[in-house]
């Protein structure tokens, strides 16, 4: 089992920064893939980012590259995600996941483990 805790969400306007951050506990938080998602009101959750091991090579959505960063600190058990030139349509529910392989999937079933989420709102 693997339980992961986000937090670091909030208000901002637009063109502001947030970092969300995701604390893992339980089995071996460096040997999973890690991503984040996101789903707003009336719409499916998607693919932001993801992080994969042992090397850590990162994947975006298009919707947030050159915009999120997302890193992971094995030592810490954490990941984090550098949101940057925030944008109303990235106002969502954020949610952490945790899945046992390589190479991180952008497709939420590849995924086994989730956090409860942290709302990101942005504003004009």
């Known amino acids: 089992q693997v339980q992961l805790v986000e937090s670091g969400g909030g208000s901002v306007q637009a063109g502001g920064s947030l970092r969300l951050s995701c604390a893992a506990s339980g089995r071996t938080f460096s040997r999973y893939s890690m991503g984040w998602f996101r789903q707003a009101p009336g719409k499916e959750r998607e693919f932001v980012a993801a992080?994969?091991?042992?090397?850590?090579?990162?994947y975006y959505a298009d919707s947030v590259k050159g915009r999120f960063i997302i890193s992971r600190d094995n030592a810490r058990n954490t990941v984090y995600l550098q949101m940057n030139s925030l944008k109303p349509e990235d106002t969502a529910v954020y949610y952490c996941?945790?899945?046992?392989?390589?190479?991180?999937?952008?497709?939420?079933?590849?995924?086994?483990?989730w956090g409860q989420g942290t709302q990101v709102t942005v504003s004009a």
């Open positions: 992080a994969g091991w042992p090397n850590s090579r990162t």
């Open positions: 996941a945790a899945g046992a392989r390589l190479i991180p999937t952008m497709t939420a079933p590849g995924y086994e483990y």
